[in-house]
């Protein structure tokens, strides 16, 4: 199989474990809906795509020079399967693309210009580093899922090549912080160690389990605990580009 081919399929497998009505499944693809029905994202054989937006070729630009390495499809089966019967799921908050660009600015600039041609919307979240968190959808439903375009030139981080690119599938959770972690480590035997993305001084509100890299992409399992407030962020947080 090509690069974009294996890369498709692993994200195919594993959205099929996610139980959000907003996720449309079909034989060979995968469809990301707003609650009115507009389509955000469409993944099939040609790609990942974007309504009428245009993303760099998968594995989006320069890849990671990783070889293949990913968790068993059953413990993600497993986790999902846990959430669900626990009635701990909450919600697909966004699905997330970061790739490495020659200029945020010109990306951002022609990414603003092309959703101008859809009934999307481009927001802009501020950033904690040099990279541009950037959201597509519309948040007129806010619990409607979004996806996210993370855009940096370039970084010196010793760890780059192990979240650069990488694509995540972010949800929100009835859990804790700390529930969160010994999930992780319980579901992924240990092989997979939870990172803090986001905490304060009291609460650990997102933690990432690396999944693994498949085709110089890395992929990212995102779990926000219960209070994470998504609501919040989609109206106070998100700046409306257009």
């Avoid at 660009?101 to 101008?116: G, I, Q």
């Avoid at 035997?189 to 992409?217: D, M, Q, W």
């Amino acid at each position: 199989m090509t690069n974009k081919t294996k890369l498709i399929s692993k994200l195919l497998e594993l959205l099929t474990f996610i139980p959000d009505e907003n996720l449309k499944l079909g034989k060979d693809s995968a469809r990301l809906l707003l609650s009115n029905s507009e389509l955000l994202l469409d993944i099939s054989s040609a790609g990942i795509v974007l309504p009428c937006i245009s993303l760099p070729d998968i594995p989006f630009g320069k890849g990671s020079p990783l070889k293949d390495d990913f968790i068993p499809t059953v413990q993600f089966k497993s986790l999902f399967a846990y959430l669900k019967a626990n009635n701990l799921f909450q919600r697909l908050n966004h699905l997330g693309i970061c790739y490495q660009v020659e200029s945020v600015k010109t990306e951002k600039e022609r990414l603003l210009e092309e959703v101008k041609k859809t009934r999307l919307h481009l927001y802009e979240e501020e950033s904690a580093d040099e990279s541009a968190w950037l959201f597509i959808g519309d948040r007129t439903n806010w619990q409607d899922p979004l996806v996210e375009l993370v855009l940096t030139e370039g970084t010196n981080d010793k760890w780059q090549d192990y979240w650069l690119p990488h694509i995540q599938i972010d949800i929100d959770t009835f859990l804790n912080g700390d529930e969160i972690e010994k999930l992780i480590l319980k579901t992924f035997k240990g092989k997979v160690r939870p990172f803090r993305l986001l905490e304060t001084e009291k609460f650990i509100i997102l933690t990432r389990a690396r999944l693994g890299i498949i085709s110089g992409v890395n992929i990212a399992l995102d779990l926000g605990f219960e209070g994470r407030m998504s609501r919040y962020h989609r109206t106070k947080l998100l700046k409306k580009l257009v």
